[in-house]
Structures are given as C-alpha cells and as structure tokens.
C-alpha cells in the first residue's frame, strides 16, 4: 500500500495536471455511482407510496403517440403515461405517481451529491448561490433526458416482464443506471465549470 502511495505522490509531482483529473474523476465517479444507488434503493418504493397519494393519474407533456416495434406509448419531457398491467390493472411504476417518484428520487440524490462534489471533489469556494442555481438547471436537464427515457422504457418493459415486482425491480435499476450516466456527463460538465477556483471572479 505504502509502495502504491509513493508512486501515486511521484506521478502527481512528475504530473500534476493530469494527476489532478485522476483524482476529481474518480471521486466525482465513486459518489455519482453512489448517489445513484440510493435513487435505484428509492425507486423501489417511492412509487408506490406516491400511488396511495395520488391513484391512478396521468400527467404528461406533449404526449405525442408513438409505436415502436410493435409497443405503443406517449413521447413526453415531462410526465409518464398510466401503463396496464397484464391483468388489466394501471401499473404502481407509471402516470403521475412515478413521476413524482422520478422527482423526489433526483431532489434527494442532488442535496447529497452537490456538497460532496462542491467540497470534496472540487474543493470549491465559489458562489454558492449561483453554483446551486447552474447545477439546479443542470439536474432540471438530466430529469427532462430521463424522463424522455422513461416514457419509452416502461411501456417496453410491460410488453416484454409480466412480472410486476421483477419488472419495477429491473426498470428501477435500469433507469437509475442509464439516467445516471446520462446526469454523470451533463453534471461533470457542468460542475467543471461552476467549480473551478476562478469561477465568478471579476476579470
């Protein structure tokens, strides 16, 4: 370990540069895929407590009908449309409920992900004002990218899984993993930019 250690410190010193990306993407790595376990943990659940609040609504934008191979659904931005289950009952993981689910779980990771990359991966000392309002705008896009995904995604996974716990448990894993690589390059980007130490320092 010492012998890994010494290396490590001699690359840094030859290469500070690039020993500097090393060190900002593996962290920003390690607590992007942890904070996506947790919304993967929470999608498990959170739909179906949001179904006991709201039953079985429907909330989308735009909502155009589409078919593709053979399974037909609504492209939204905003919204998931009421998926039928093969019993012929409106699915816990579509309409509205997931929606909310989606949102809370996205609202939930951020507030954990956003000190730790701010002042850990990137230790910055910026405006934090600004920086939460850039990365508020940023997380606004890794939801709209997700939720496109989804509108797609649920009604292929009701056509192909019958089982509805199997089929919630994949498409949570699914999305949380797919959405977070997505919201890894979108966010990388932009805390990139909004932590970088002159970052909102008059020229």
Not at 73 to 91: H, P, R, T
Request: aromatic content about 12%; glycine content about 10%.
């Amino acid at each position: 370990m010492q012998g890994l250690k010494n290396w490590w410190n001699g690359f840094a010193e030859k290469h500070p540069a690039v020993a500097e990306w090393v060190r900002k993407g593996g962290l920003f790595l390690l607590f992007s895929y942890f904070v996506t376990f947790l919304k993967a943990l929470l999608l498990m659940f959170l739909p179906t407590l949001f179904h006991g609040m709201v039953g079985n609504k429907e909330w989308l934008f735009p909502g155009i009908p589409v078919e593709l191979f053979g399974v037909s659904f609504k492209l939204s931005v905003i919204g998931n449309a009421l998926e039928v289950g093969s019993d012929g009952a409106y699915l816990v993981n579509s309409g509205l409920a997931y929606t909310l689910a989606n949102l809370t779980a996205i609202c939930f990771g951020e507030t954990i992900n956003f000190p730790l990359q701010r002042n850990v991966t990137f230790k910055s000392h910026g405006p934090l004002g600004v920086q939460i309002a850039a990365h508020g705008i940023a997380t606004i896009g890794v939801f709209l990218v997700m939720n496109l995904f989804t509108c797609i995604w649920n009604p292929v996974t009701v056509a192909l899984i019958s089982n509805e716990a199997l089929r919630n448990t994949i498409s949570g894993i699914v999305v949380s993993v797919v959405t977070g690589g997505v919201a890894m390059v979108i966010i990388f980007a932009v805390d990139n930019k909004i932590f970088a130490p002159d970052f909102g320092k008059k020229a």
